[in-house]
């Protein structure tokens, strides 16, 4: 919106647009990452898109990718995956000057790089799957497509025997979706609370989680407790995995849990933690609100509602990745030579 | 001369002046008849570099400029003509000045800018022209912030930060490096500038930098070190002294002996080329009074080493330089973008192919 350049009437076409964009990106959300939904919308929009001129084009796809970045919960990966996304229009726009041949070449690129995530899931679970040994049981959190078709993939191509044990507190939290398809894939499960992870880890010989985002330095950000979790991991001994495509690489740079909070607070590069039905995401709901109607009654109570944490790369073993098995140190180089 | 005298100071200000000079020298260069341009001036730079060399040990970064001049002047289109030619270098020193220099100066303060948070305190060592600037432009954007500056003998070089500091309205606590651990304690950051950055992720820094990030990387207190690329060295240096070992035409120990103001002036903690500047600096700047003050026990001590060349057994070591080891910075700034430090080879490497692809 703030690229829009004046008109009165532009602004509705827009809105219907964006409208549009929204519906289909919901639609393609049920299937697929975020990031690669943000970029089948990306490339709808390409395609319908009535704009005459490279820069036009451009300014359109940054509306959009704005507009999904605040939508989601997974913010953190749409936004990695749009920007990637629109360097590369950058770059093929710098290339050829003809209107129709860039765009041409940008659906084109476009439709490698879809291609290129979706194959990722099939390609980290290939790389990732030798380090499942039999007769392991495997340490994880939260929901990932990514473990989630590792973990299957070991167990049916792989031929390995492993249980996993999924740490989740929440009666509806994410880790009751990931059972369901392991029990179906004929791997045991077994369910702890989040705070029995570590007298779980005692029995336990890997963890392996996956990542909403993967920092600059090596270091993930994804849901809250991952963090713990690998503290723990180290002080027992135990590797500690991490499973994700390379298109949720960032060149965000967080130096403690501070500066990842501050992202989902602001919304602006990283998204907003919309969340389900809470007010906020990441942000401290409490304090604001808690100074400002207990000045008569005293003491109000505090809560925050934290939904994401920075795990710092040296708890990190391996990543798993479509680019190959990395070391934390390795992502840093994987990302000068992306944005290059 | 300038330079030896230390009144040049500051590893860009000693590059940039190198290579103003060096321009000079192109612009008085004339081909002598039947030889090729870029060979004679080549040998003719030869005796100058070792001029600046005997004067004071070279820097890392000027070490990096020099070999890109010769480079360039090597890989020189035959056919320019002479005047041609030297205009082309002279444009490209300017070129390497303004790129490497002075908008990767401009680069790292905006990139240090996004790092500095609302309510940090923030530890420097010394002086540094990028943290400076960092810092400046921190304080311009609106940001609220206090910095502790720490400092050491022997060239007090944080003075002139806090004042500078001071100057655009920033609030500034300065200390000793004794006061290292007491900083640390409410420290939410380190900003350190380099001399130079080098491949096993290790960062050469003025004498004390060291401490200061191994003391933060204790506290877990982030190490943000500002580099430009230039400074980028692809050697490996294990610790402070082992230069020499590596064949390091730098050498990085020099040895200036103390000497004692003389007799009937109260005694105040000295050394030898600025020792007039600091009795002045005693009596203006209040603050720096507290530390000047160590003076009983420091005049005394001084006293005793007034004679150390007779003392066949004693030897002052006065280290301009030491190196941080990889594991204490938590982050390189550089025009890049941030980095963590075992992504400098990467960046050499690309620069590299950069070149190599020209």
């Known amino acids: ?340 | 001369l300038q330079y030896a005298e230390g009144v040049v100071r500051g590893g860009n200000a000693r590059c940039v002046a190198m290579l103003d000079a060096f321009k000079a020298v192109i612009n008085d260069y004339t081909t002598p008849p039947a030889k090729a341009l870029n060979r004679d001036l080549e040998s003719k730079l030869r005796p100058q570099i070792q001029y600046l060399v005997d004067c004071r040990p070279m820097g890392i970064n000027m070490g990096n400029a020099i070999k890109w001049l010769k480079a360039r002047v090597a890989t020189l289109p035959p056919h320019l003509e002479e005047a041609e030619a030297k205009a082309f270098l002279c444009a490209e020193i300017d070129g390497f000045v303004s790129e490497r220099i002075a908008l990767a100066s401009a680069a790292i303060s905006a990139l240090g800018v996004s790092k500095v948070a609302d309510g940090d305190v923030i530890v420097t060592y010394a002086r540094a022209g990028a943290i400076e600037q960092i810092l400046r432009a921190a304080h311009h954007a609106g940001r609220v912030f206090r910095v502790v500056v720490l400092d050491a003998r022997p060239h007090w070089e944080g003075r002139t930060m806090w004042k500078k500091l001071v100057a655009e309205g920033l609030d500034v606590s300065y200390a000793g490096l004794h006061a290292l651990s007491y900083s640390m304690r409410g420290a939410t950051k380190v900003l350190l500038g380099a001399h130079a950055c080098l491949s096993n992720g290790a960062v050469i820094a003025r004498a004390g930098s060291a401490l200061v990030a191994l003391c933060a990387h204790r506290a877990n207190v982030p190490v943000l070190v500002a580099c430009e690329t230039y400074k980028f060295a692809e050697r490996v240096l294990l610790d402070s002294i082992c230069a020499n070992e590596l064949g390091d035409p730098d050498d990085l120990v020099q040895v200036r002996p103390s000497r004692l103001a003389p007799g009937a002036e109260p005694p105040r903690p000295v050394d030898a080329p600025t020792l007039e500047a600091q009795a002045q600096a005693h009596g203006s700047a209040s603050a720096a009074a507290p530390l000047g003050g160590q003076v009983e026990g420091g005049g005394n001590v001084l006293a005793c080493l007034s004679d150390w060349r007779d003392v066949k057994e004693l030897r002052l070591l006065n280290l301009v330089y030491d190196v941080t080891p990889c594991e204490c910075v938590t982050m390189v700034i550089s025009e890049v973008g941030m980095t963590p430090p075992t992504s400098i080879p990467v960046i050499i490497r690309e620069y590299r192919q950069d070149t190599s692809a020209r």
């Open chain 1, 1 to 340: 919106p703030a690229m829009v350049a004046g008109g009165d009437a532009a602004p509705r076409p827009r809105d219907e647009r964006q409208q549009a964009a929204l519906r289909s990106f919901s639609a393609h959300l049920q299937n697929e990452p975020g990031a690669i939904a943000a970029i089948k919308v990306l490339l709808e929009l390409i395609q319908s898109s009535e704009a005459t001129t490279i820069m036009g084009l451009q300014i359109e796809l940054q509306a959009a990718a704005d507009l999904l970045r605040q939508h989601e919960a997974e913010g953190i990966s749409i936004a990695s995956g749009c920007e990637l996304f629109m360097r590369f229009v950058t770059r093929t726009a710098l290339d050829h000057t003809d209107y129709d041949e860039c765009k041409h070449k940008v659906l084109q690129r476009g439709e490698f790089f879809k291609e290129h995530s979706t194959r990722a899931r099939a390609r980290i679970a290939e790389l990732g799957a030798p380090f499942l040994r039999d007769g392991a049981a495997v340490l994880t959190t939260g929901y990932s497509r990514v473990v989630l078709a590792l973990l299957l993939h070991a167990a049916s191509v792989g031929k390995r025997r492993f249980t996993v044990v999924i740490a989740e507190s929440h009666a509806g939290g994410p880790g009751h979706q990931l059972a369901s398809p392991l029990l179906e894939g004929g791997i045991p499960v077994t369910m702890v609370d989040e705070s029995a992870v570590a007298v779980a880890l005692e029995s336990a010989q890997l963890v392996l989680v996956g990542a909403e985002g993967v920092v600059e330095n090596g270091g993930i950000i994804s849901k809250v407790g991952t963090c713990q979790l690998a503290m723990i991991a180290k002080a027992m001994g135990r590797p500690f995995y991490v499973a994700s495509e390379s298109f949720k690489f960032v060149r965000q740079y967080p130096l403690n849990q501070a500066d990842v909070l501050s992202y989902g607070e602001r919304g602006s590069a990283l998204g907003g933690g919309g969340g389900q039905g809470e007010p906020k995401g990441a942000a401290a709901s409490g304090p604001a609100g808690g100074a400002d109607s207990g000045g008569g009654d005293g003491l109000q109570l505090v809560v925050r509602r934290i939904t994401r944490d920075y795990t710092a790369p040296h708890y990190i073993n391996l990543l798993f990745t479509d680019l190959g098995v990395l070391t934390p140190s390795a992502v840093s180089d994987e990302l000068i030579k992306l944005y290059y």
